[in-house]
């Protein structure tokens, strides 16, 4: 069970990463940092924490290494390679990859990480930045139970809803269930919202009514009153969201599954992208509404 003398290294101080090493920071922890923009992580170096200026560094200082990138090529880079989490960290040391990225690339770490004696989880989370502020995130785990259950003290200061889903890869693949369902989600909120102006009502009484009943969701209730005031700043990257889903419908494909709700959604956000909003929230999508 890992203590509060463990160091933790954390790689990825973006929009989530940033608020998720900041709370472990508070819960007690000694926290290592790296990102490619360093200024990113100035915030958090302020409050106390080290930064390592490569991942090598951190990883030879670091008894957990938590990873939350962009994409999986940024896995591949800061896991693999003579400069790389695998070839530097110490035998016994935990690695969480917490990116939404691809269940073979999750398995592919594993595997190596297991010819190392590093203990290996893929636990991508959902919650968005307020679930990351808070430490409400749901984590979504795939690997072993013994590593699952060591580490569990970090989990419960990220996250409430914290399931093993079963071995490497699993993690991976419920999170891009858990994509899916946004995605068509994301559609009925910005027709719903558009509807409700047309119609001539008051959206956020209509919000305040349809949000509690049965068409309840995190995105109508979090992300529906940031599109009625036009703040589009990023919770989730539109970008990042396109790549979800494109590994969701990759995947989806390869199990001989068809995803009508997935392709149109996916087509939806990469028009947007195309109008500039790749570095916008995912709640931008009502522009293409509205």
């Not at 990220?158 to 858990?178: S, Y």
């Amino acid at each position: 069970m890992i203590t509060k003398e463990a160091k933790i290294g954390f790689i990825g101080t973006g929009v989530m990463g940033k608020s998720m090493a900041r709370n472990l920071h508070t819960a007690g922890y000694s926290i290592n940092v790296y990102t490619r923009t360093k200024e990113k992580a100035e915030e958090l170096i302020s409050l106390g924490a080290n930064w390592k200026e490569t991942v090598a560094e951190l990883a030879q200082n670091s008894d957990v290494i938590i990873t939350m990138v962009g994409y999986p090529s940024d896995v591949e880079e800061v896991y693999f390679g003579e400069k790389g989490i695998l070839e530097n960290a110490e035998k016994g040391t935990y690695i969480i990859d917490m990116t939404t990225s691809k269940p073979s690339l999750a398995k592919d770490i594993y595997q190596a990480a297991s010819e190392k004696g590093i203990f290996s989880l893929d636990a991508p989370v959902s919650g968005g930045d307020i679930g990351a502020q808070n430490g409400t995130l749901a984590i979504m785990v795939g690997g072993d139970q013994q590593a699952f259950d060591g580490l569990q003290p970090i989990f419960t200061v990220l996250g409430e809803n914290i399931i093993l889903q079963g071995g490497p890869g699993t993690g991976q693949h419920t999170k891009l269930a858990n994509q899916i369902t946004i995605a068509s989600n994301m559609i009925g909120v910005c027709e719903a919202i558009v509807y409700a102006k047309k119609a001539g009502l008051n959206s956020e009484r209509v919000l305040d009514s349809i949000s509690t009943g049965a068409a309840g969701s995190f995105s109508l209730s979090n992300l529906g009153p940031r599109m009625l005031k036009g703040d589009f700043a990023p919770g989730f990257y539109v970008k990042h969201f396109i790549k979800d889903m494109t590994i969701a419908l990759e995947s989806a494909e390869e199990i001989g599954l068809t995803t009508p709700g997935l392709s149109l959604s996916l087509k939806l956000y990469r028009e947007l992208a195309e109008k500039g909003d790749n570095d916008s929230g995912t709640q931008a999508l009502i522009k293409l509404f509205d």
